[in-house]
T-cell receptor
Framework: DTAVSQTPKYLVTQMGNDKSIKCEQN?????MYWYKQDSKKFLKIMFSYNNKELIINETVPNRFSPKSPDKAHLNLHINSLELGDSAVYFC?????????????FGPGTRLLVL | GQNIDQPTEMTATEGAIVQINCTYQ??????LFWYQQHAGEAPTFLSY????GLEEKGRFSSFLSRSKGYSYLLLKELQMKDSASYLCAPEGGTGGFKTIFGAGTRLFVKA
């Protein structure tokens, strides 16, 4: 059983398009995250949700909109894609967002904007 | 502000010991994680230190000095499969716990 899953694994699209990435966790965790890992390998947090409520919202363009229909799912919608959005996007989850909690990462979605 | 400094790359020989250092500055520091990330894969948890000192877990150990803003990951009896990136990740920030990842140290283990 996959603990944290993401779809799609690869996404190639044109500039200006709108796309969504889906994430699901079956660990029963309350907190989910979206990270962006760029070509320099920095893994930067974008958003964090606890029990469907937004708790961390880093300085991310408002073209990025997370949606959490329930605590097991956190999707990421990106409007008007730009070349600089090309990166690997990782979803992760942890028990309840408290200190010292291990985060479990999904396999990543490799986004290439042409 | 937040700053994490670790070497970009290291090379070591199979069977040897390697130490990966990390210095950090982060507001509201709570503890420090180390994660391992193989090329093309997701990061996976290795260790978490909240108190000063050394935590040993099999071939891997992690050390923390809160006063110095310093941590290291020690890998013993290196194996080829240990070739990966090792991400130093202090936990802190304001308004909720946030894990801040460094760019990682790429470790190459050679025969």
């Amino acid at each position: 059983d996959t603990a944290v899953s993401q779809t799609p694994k690869y996404l190639v699209t044109q500039m200006g398009n709108d796309k969504s990435i889906k994430c699901e966790q079956n660990l029963g965790h309350d907190t989910m995250y979206w990270y962006k890992q760029d070509s320099k390998k920095f893994l930067k947090i974008m958003f964090s949700y606890n029990n469907k409520e937004l708790i961390i919202n880093e300085t991310v363009p408002n073209r990025f909109s997370p949606k959490s229909p329930d605590k097991a799912h956190l999707n990421l919608h990106i409007n008007s894609l730009e070349l600089g959005d090309s990166a690997v996007y990782f979803c992760a989850s942890s028990q309840d967002g408290g200190g010292g909690e291990t985060q479990y990462f999904g396999p990543g979605t490799r986004l290439l904007v042409l | 502000g937040q700053n994490i400094d670790q070497p970009t790359e290291m090379t070591a020989t199979e069977g040897a010991i390697v130490q990966i250092n990390c210095t950090y500055q982060t507001s509201g520091f709570n503890g420090l994680f180390w994660y391992q990330q193989h090329a093309g894969e997701a990061p996976t948890f290795l260790s978490y230190n909240v108190l000063d000192g050394l935590e040993e877990k099999g071939r891997f150990s992690s050390f923390l000095s809160r006063s110095k803003g310093y941590s290291y990951l020690l890998l013993k009896e290196l194996q080829m499969k240990d070739s990966a990136s090792y991400l130093c990740a202090p936990e802190g920030g304001t308004g909720g716990f946030k894990t801040i990842f460094g760019a990682g140290t790429r470790l190459f283990v050679k025969a």
